[in-house]
Nanobody, 122 residues
């Protein structure tokens, strides 16, 4: 099993910045991809950004140029630097990871964190 623990959410004014962190722990053999999703009230969960173990990134169009995802493979940690935040960025942000556990011979599985609230409001 893999546990994902997010931190760094909070209340910020429009135009402000926040940095989210997500640390993975447990019986990890390797993590192939890590990313961030978000879910606003009454809306479906949506991809924000994702990064592979090789550093390949992809972003949702609505965050390009404002958010940056990065990853520390040695620490099994992924970060999301969020700049120029807008009220519409308000949501619960969830960490997600694809991982092999134990000896690495089993199937790759997908894991979710419990989420961290980001509120952008004046």
């Amino acid at each position: 099993q893999v546990q994902l623990v997010e931190s760094g959410g909070g209340l910020v004014q429009p135009g402000g910045s926040l940095r989210l962190s997500c640390a993975a722990s447990g019986s990890i053999f390797s993590i192939t991809a890590m990313g961030w999703y978000r879910q606003a009230p009454g809306k479906q969960r949506e991809l924000v950004a994702r990064v592979t173990s090789g550093g390949v990134t992809n972003y949702a169009d609505f965050v390009k140029g404002r958010f940056t995802i990065s990853r520390d493979n040695a620490k099994n940690t992924v970060y999301l630097q969020m700049n120029s935040l807008k009220p519409e960025d308000t949501a619960v942000y969830y960490c997600n990871a694809d991982a092999l556990t134990g000896t690495g011979w089993g199937p790759k599985e997908n894991y979710w964190g419990q989420g961290t609230q980001v509120t952008v409001s004046s």
